[in-house]
């Protein structure tokens, strides 16, 4: 959390097997993913899944 933002980030603690990941968010505000080139991506349904690989992480913001 920082002043603007609220933040979620998911780690794949696994280095061996994949990670399923579902989110479900209630569209109260927008949510956005942040890419590891440090762009957001909109989420277009309230609806988020992945798989996450072997040590790979995820990160999800709204703002506050």
């Known amino acids: 959390e920082n002043a603007e933002r609220h933040f979620l ?10 990670m399923s990941l579902r989110a479900t968010f209630d ?8 890419t590891k080139g440090g762009d957001s991506k909109p989420l277009t349904t ?3 899944s992945r798989t996450l690989d072997p040590g790979d992480m995820v990160v999800l ?4």
Do not use: H, M, V, Y
């Open 61 to 64: 913001a709204w703002q506050q």
């Open 27 to 34: 569209n109260s505000k927008p949510i956005a993913e942040f």
């Open 9 to 18: 980030a998911t780690i794949n603690r696994d280095l061996k097997q994949p």
């Open 46 to 48: 309230p609806e988020f």
